[in-house]
């Protein structure tokens, strides 16, 4: 019996009902529906309070936090703690990032203004997220002991990862989530592997553990400078199908003296960033990196540096790092 | 009697009841609802069951250790430093066979020394180690997985750059 | 006086030389430590040496701990080193390696039952656990159901309860106690008490 007792009721009455619900199979949603998905379980991680341990898995390491998150008079915060390797306090307020290493005594700071990306889709990106990804919903069994959907993102071609998510179908909440390559591999996988939804959040539970640096440590500022919008004069040639361009500009890259060219492009669910700066050699050395599920390709072009970053295929990274040129005069 | 061991076991006891509550566990069949109530709840989250054996050797294990006396633990509010006390109780060090995957020095610059070399290396097909610090920052607030996964993906950055091993400090706060 | 202020209290006992109440976190704990170690350590009879190694680690670095963390933040912690060591001592994931498992295998998967144990009997018997448990919550009526589900999965205080169930805490405090009596009534018999079980 349902009374009108207000959003936890609702949700009270809101999981009943999806338990009653069957999913029973695959189904196949129209192209505004994969991005709605997204932008619900993008609201849910920026709006809910929630605590949990979480595991994250690259390849063959993997890494254990306990995470606090807090959404509270419109702000988030949040707290990450590493359980294991070298010590690490990841804290995110409104405003800017904090990594403290305390085993190396060293902070660094980066200001933050969080980027919404799914909102803000552009229809030309929901339509590009439907072209190039083939979507499907279905009962994902359970994580963290709670009964979970899972969305698949399948690329349509090779130039792409594979994406799941597992989320609670009745708070939004991301509970998991892989990056699959086309050998069907995991390139990277997120996991909660305790979660409380609702959970009340102490002040202490996502602010630093020290109020203030101590004097022997070292403050690291190391964000990336604003972007200043502007044509930079550079394009990438073979850009893979359903990237569009998103942002353009100038900026100072961190530890870094001279601003590099950033592009940003995006198929509606992966960005792939490509940066230009002057080429010296004291640089690292160009070729591939990667960390997880993000890969990074530098190689040189005359007298500058490409570098090219995103979350796809080493070899997609590369052709577009291979690509980039001066764009020639109309 | 069993009504206190199931408020004692969410949290909803006064101070003052504590005590008693605790008191009333002691005996065997107090136990086994203590830990019955908790099995309970444990499946209703998706469980992992543990053999009867776990119990009875833990127990067994656990008798045969030397009582623990601590003095009375010091409620700091704010820790001076961020130790790993147990460090020293744990044999292998958790950093040994674990550089792969966190060794990168801050500031960025220190890794771009750290790795310098004088010419252009052929294009690799593997990668040679993790996407440099940044790059990783300037791109990682346009990336959706950024926005789906809350803090998820800071642990990439976390990943890269955290600090070199150095002693173990005291435990963080949550 | 809170879940978290109850952990705080035992441990602060345990550490004036109450094993029993060391052993109540034991109890508490002991599941949930197994779950997050099958991550990382496949074979549950391995899982359990290391949850054993692990309590008896902890147990042991009692006086160290100065709760300024959360206890099972400290234990989790304690058991996942005691689970990288233990799976480097055998010489598995090598930490250079890049190979990715497939997705068929087992990434964080949450296991509906209980896996393969020791013999045979015991994973029976784990099966037949969580069949009771979920028989008996079906047999539950709606608002012992409800109350439980709101303080076991969503975690929601007894004054959280109390609001969203619309009714005195006193209620909400008397239908989680029916209902785990009604659950354990059907349980305890299976959780035995012969000689294999020290509780």
């Not at chain 1, 929630?50 to 998150?69: C, E, I, K, S």
């Not at chain 2, 610090?133 to 750059?161: K, M, W």
């Not at chain 3, 991550?39 to 670095?61: M, T």
């Not at chain 3, 013999?119 to 029976?124: A, I, K």
Request: neutral net charge; proline residues 6%.
């Amino acid at each position: 019996m349902m009374h009108t007792w207000g959003a936890p009721a609702r949700r009270v009455g809101a999981r009943l009902l999806v338990v009653a619900a069957v999913l029973a199979s695959p189904a196949v949603h129209g192209q505004g529906f994969a991005a709605q998905w997204l932008t619900r379980v993008t609201q849910a991680a920026r709006s809910l309070n929630y605590t949990g341990t979480v595991m994250v898995r690259q390849g063959a390491r993997f890494d254990t936090f306990r995470l606090a998150h807090q959404f509270e008079n419109g702000q988030e915060s949040e707290k990450l703690l590493s359980l294991d390797g070298p010590a690490r306090e990841i804290v995110r307020s409104a405003t800017e990032v904090r990594y403290y290493f305390p085993d190396a005594k060293i902070v660094q700071i980066e200001p933050r203004s969080i980027r919404n990306v799914f909102p803000s889709l552009s229809p030309e990106q929901t339509a590009n997220l439907a072209q190039y990804y083939e979507f499907k919903l279905s009962p994902g069994g359970r994580v963290a002991g709670r009964v979970t959907e899972m969305a698949v993102f399948e690329p349509r071609d090779g130039l792409r990862y594979a994406h799941r998510f597992w989320a609670d179908p009745t708070t939004g909440l991301l509970l998991k989530s892989r990056l699959v390559n086309e050998k069907g591999e995991v390139i990277e996988e997120f996991a909660f592997n305790d979660v409380t939804v609702n959970a009340k959040i102490d002040k202490d539970m996502v602010k630093p553990s020290w109020t203030a640096v101590p004097d022997d440590w070292k403050v690291v500022q190391a964000g990336p400078g604003e972007l200043v919008m502007n044509d930079t004069g550079w394009t990438v040639n073979k850009l893979p199908p359903g990237f569009i361009k998103i942002s353009e500009g100038f900026r100072k890259l961190a530890g870094k003296r001279d601003p590099a060219a950033h592009l940003v492009f995006s198929d509606g669910l992966v960005a792939i960033s490509v940066f230009v700066e002057p080429f010296t050699v004291t640089q690292t050395q160009v070729g591939l990196t990667q960390t997880g599920g993000l890969a990074q390709y530098s190689t040189r072009s005359d007298a500058f540096r490409v570098t090219v970053v995103g979350e796809a295929p080493p070899a997609t990274v590369r052709q577009i790092a291979q690509s980039v040129s001066r764009k020639t005069p109309n | 009697m069993n009504e206190n061991i199931s408020r004692l076991m969410d949290g909803e006891v006064e101070d003052v009841e504590f005590e008693r509550c605790v008191a009333e566990l002691k005996s065997a069949e107090a136990m086994r609802t203590w830990m019955c109530y908790h099995v309970i709840g444990d499946h209703l989250r998706g469980g992992y069951g543990m053999s009867p054996k776990f119990s009875l050797s833990l127990s067994q294990a656990l008798a045969a250790e030397p009582t623990v006396l601590a003095p009375p633990p010091r409620r700091v509010t704010q820790p001076a430093t961020f130790a790993w006390a147990v460090a020293a109780t744990l044999a292998a060090v958790t950093v040994v066979g674990w550089t792969a995957f966190s060794m990168i020095e801050v500031p960025p610059t220190a890794v771009a020394r750290a790795r310098d070399a004088a010419s252009v290396r052929a294009a690799q097909v593997k990668p040679t180690g993790d996407v440099p610090a940044e790059y990783l920052l300037a791109h990682q607030e346009y990336s959706p997985a950024f926005a789906i996964q809350g803090g998820g993906p800071y642990l990439r950055a976390a990943t890269a750059t955290a600090a070199p091993d150095a002693a173990p400090s005291a435990e963080p706060r949550q | 006086m809170g879940d978290r202020e109850v952990d705080q209290q035992l441990v602060e006992r345990a550490q004036r030389g109450d094993k029993h109440a060391f052993e109540l976190l034991v109890l508490k704990y002991q599941r949930k430590l197994g779950r997050l170690l099958s991550r990382l350590v496949r074979d549950p009879a391995e899982v359990e040496d290391v949850a054993q190694e692990a309590f008896i680690k902890a147990y042991r670095a009692l006086p160290s701990f100065r709760g300024d963390s959360a206890f099972y933040t400290w234990l989790y912690r304690i058991a996942i080193n005691t689970a990288k060591n233990y799976l480097v001592a055998m010489g598995r994931r090598a930490p250079t390696s890049t190979s990715f498992d497939n997705e068929d295998a087992e990434g964080f998967e949450d296991a509906e039952q209980l896996r393969d144990s020791a013999t045979p009997e015991d994973e029976l018997i784990g099966k037949q656990i969580a069949a009771t448990v979920n028989r008996a919550m079906d047999a539950l009526p709606e608002d012992l159901r409800t109350a439980i589900t709101l303080r076991e999965i969503e975690g929601l205080s007894y004054e959280e309860i109390a609001v969203v169930m619309n009714c005195p805490i006193g209620t909400v405090r008397s239908r989680i106690f029916r209902a785990r009596e009604a659950i354990a009534a059907e349980l305890r018999p299976q959780l035995g008490t012969d000689e294999n079980r020290r509780w």
